[in-house]
């Protein structure tokens, strides 16, 4: 195959060129440790302050509010066990919801373990919570809310500013799982009242194993890795100085052509749903149609397999997702189509297409004109 169209940028992100050379200095020329205190140590130490304090001003919070990490599932996990394993003598009830990425509902898994209580909040049949559910659902005992801003399968973007002002009327922490919201749309910590948030650097065309997790001051969380006193002794390790100096690089050029890419990409989904939904039968638009990621489409073809679609398109050079990526291997349906009301075998028959601002329409004709005749062949194979 000579070209691939690659439409899984939920999945990762090609990290951008400049990315990538932005990186390069750190990994050849600056290896030095950031602790040391020498010329070369002491270059890393300033270009790390400089990338959290230009991450911090992308989200409207201070410097010291950032903490680096080593993607979006430790971000993630940090924000639900720190808080957790901090507020322990307050309470120990949690709100999460049932389309969480795997990274937050696992960690709630790892608590109810040790003994907290996990309350998981429903979603309507396009992927929204019920701000009523959230409210009834807080208890003297509870210490933390955790929803995401956007979910990762079907792009539904969750009432976060809504959630959280319930939230916070009750005095409770809030979390956000921002990683696919973060620099894709404008996010502001204080308009959305948010005490957590997790963003990952491979979500918006950064390195991979680069994120961070966003902590308001005075907001009691534990410690994440133990060890020396790097990210003020809340996460140890030696910095990773190029996957920092990459996502914020990263993060500098998608908020520099974060409108631009918001109405391209935004357009060219509406065309590709659009001539989805016309040209193809017994077909389904999973999510909303409207509080939507500009890149998101997700479709049920009733009568096939996701997976064996997803073979038919890689043969065509298209590469895409069904179900979750992180659920690739497994054959569970996906809980966040089941969340919504999919039964397993319409669950089964979803296809996840996630665009960038590279992708053109003469692309998305194609990747039209391949879906019809796989769509075809696979229900007349099927009988
Ligand atoms: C990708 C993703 C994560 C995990 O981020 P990693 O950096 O891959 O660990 C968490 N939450 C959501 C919503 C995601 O899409």
């Given at each position: 195959m000579d070209q691939i169209i690659y439409m899984d940028n939920a999945a990762t992100t090609k990290p951008r060129k400049e990315v990538v050379e932005a990186m390069m200095p750190y990994l050849e020329e600056y290896y030095a440790n950031p602790s040391s205190i020498y010329g070369i140590a002491m270059e890393n130490q300033k270009v790390i302050q400089e990338s959290r304090k230009f991450i911090a001003e992308t989200l409207g919070a201070e410097p010291e509010e950032i903490y680096f990490t080593a993607g979006g599932s430790e971000a993630d996990n940090w924000a639900l066990k720190g808080v957790a394993h901090a507020n322990r003598e307050k309470g120990r009830h949690i709100i999460t919801t049932k389309i969480e990425h795997h990274a937050v509902l696992n960690s709630c898994r790892y608590l109810e373990e040790e003994g907290y209580e996990i309350t998981y909040l429903n979603v309507d049949e396009k992927g929204r919570i019920f701000l009523n559910e959230l409210e009834e659902a807080i208890r003297e005992d509870t210490i933390l809310v955790s929803i995401m801003a956007?979910?990762?399968?079907?792009g539904t973007l969750e009432p976060i500013r809504e959630a959280a002002s319930i939230v916070k009327a009750k005095e409770v922490l809030f979390h956000t799982d921002a990683v696919q919201m973060y620099g894709q749309m404008p996010l502001d910590v204080n308009y959305l009242k948010t005490d957590l948030l997790s963003a990952s650097g491979h979500k918006f065309r950064g390195p991979r194993g680069s994120g961070f997790l966003y902590v308001r001051k005075g907001t009691k969380i534990s410690p994440f890795i133990n060890g020396g006193g790097q990210e003020h002794g809340m996460r140890a390790g030696t910095e990773n100085t190029a996957a920092i100096v990459g996502m914020a690089k990263a993060a500098e050029l998608a908020f520099r052509t974060m409108n631009y890419r918001m109405r391209k990409e935004t357009y060219h989904r509406n065309y590709l749903i659009r001539r989805i939904l016309n040209e193809i039968p017994w077909v389904k638009l999973n999510g909303h149609p409207y509080y939507r990621l500009p890149s998101n489409a997700n479709f049920c073809f009733e009568g096939i397999e996701g997976e064996s679609l997803l073979i038919l398109l890689d043969m065509k050079g298209i590469c895409a997702s069904a179900g979750s990526a992180c659920t690739t291997?497994?054959?569970?349906?996906?809980h966040v189509l089941n969340a919504i009301g999919l039964d397993d075998k319409t669950a089964d028959a979803s296809l996840r297409l996630t665009l960038n601002e590279d992708i053109t329409r003469k692309d998305l004709d194609y990747v039209v004109e391949v879906l019809k005749e796989s769509v075809q062949s696979l229900r007349e194979m099927s009988g």
């Open positions: 956007a979910n990762n399968e079907i291997g497994n054959t569970e349906p996906s």
